[in-house]
């Protein structure tokens, strides 16, 4: 692939080179000149910059590259009877950078449903009001800094969430954990990428956005608190994410990540079906298209289940 963009970028710049060379045309009446010069269409836009000590001119990391980190761990409850997820956060992040933080800033891209939402004015399809939720409850949120617990002072606007810090957050290294408990409403068909509908065999959850996640800080624009505005992709800092999902007995969930707990939410056949899968490169299922609606698919028949996954 480099060799492919090196000879491309040869043949750009060579009719780059060979056009500016060239005058305007007249036309075949000779009296209107064209305004196209392909020297200005086609100009390079990269590599405007000699690098510095953080990128080099390509783009790749320089010698005091840094980039800050984000963990989680989480816990979700599922509630399908009032279409409620409840939400326990705990966010461990290092700033690697050399700065030091007066505030933090997440994204709460549940707020994204809200009926005075940003999005809901951007993309032209607000829905009835009946559609909206009331995005994130924010029950409690702690921050924990330099040995010391207390409860975070923070504002809410749009899909974004400030936590203003009693003290700076150190550079080069400095840590600080979030603890934030939440709940929601999840959203119905309007909810995209995150919603309920209903089937043959019970109602089918789909969980996206489900927790505040950080904004990116760098070295290009410091945070990152573009808002959610329900379609798009994300720019999120790297880290790790255990997290549990506690739900109704009869309900199946797939989720990212490794299970860490298959003998608490597998029946014993499936438990040797998963492990038979763990020393195999071939596809085995855990639970087959049959069993989905047979009860004795299930290691109880009444009450909750908690699976962890990291």
């Known amino acids: 692939m480099k060799l492919k963009f090196t000879l491309l970028g040869v043949a750009l710049f060579s009719t780059i080179a060979t056009q500016a060379q060239r005058k305007p045309r007249n036309t075949s009446n000779d009296t209107i000149a064209s305004n196209y010069y392909p020297s200005s269409l086609f100009a390079p836009g990269f590599y405007t910059e000699k690098g510095n000590e953080v990128h080099s001119p390509t783009g790749d ?60 004015f951007v993309t032209g399809n607000q829905p009835a ?13 702690l921050i924990t800094l330099n040995g010391k617990t207390e409860k975070a002072y923070y504002v809410i606007t749009d899909s974004r969430m400030q936590i203003r ?12 954990t979030l603890s934030i408990k939440y709940h929601y409403t999840i959203p119905g068909a309007f909810g995209g990428r995150t919603d309920y509908c209903d089937t043959k065999n019970g109602k089918i959850y789909e969980i996206a956005q489900w927790f505040p996640r950080m904004c990116v800080y760098d070295d290009t624009r410091g945070w990152d608190t573009l808002p ?78 908690t699976g962890t996954l990291k």
């Open 165 to 176: 810090l009693p003290g700076a957050l150190a550079a080069k290294g400095g840590k600080i």
């Open 228 to 305: 959610f505005l329900g379609s798009g992709e994300f720019y999120c800092e790297y880290g790790d994410i255990d997290y549990s999902v506690t739900v109704p007995w009869d309900m199946i969930v797939a989720g990212s990540g490794e299970l860490v707990n298959p003998a608490e939410v597998l029946t014993v056949t499936q438990l040797t079906r998963y492990n038979l899968a763990h020393n195999s490169d071939k596809t085995i299922m855990i639970r087959s298209a049959e069993e989905v609606t047979q009860a004795s698919s299930r290691p109880v028949n009444k009450g909750t289940l």
């Open 61 to 120: 990391p320089g010698p005091k590259y840094w980039q800050n980190r984000a963990d989680y761990k989480l816990k979700a409850n599922i509630d399908t009877v009032s279409k409620t997820l409840t939400g326990d956060a705990t966010i461990t992040y290092t700033n690697n950078s050399p700065d030091a933080l007066q505030f933090l800033w997440l994204q709460l891209d549940q707020n994204t449903y809200k009926k005075n939402a940003r999005s809901n």
């Open 129 to 141: 009001a009946a559609a909206h939720t009331s995005g994130y409850q924010v029950e409690s949120v």
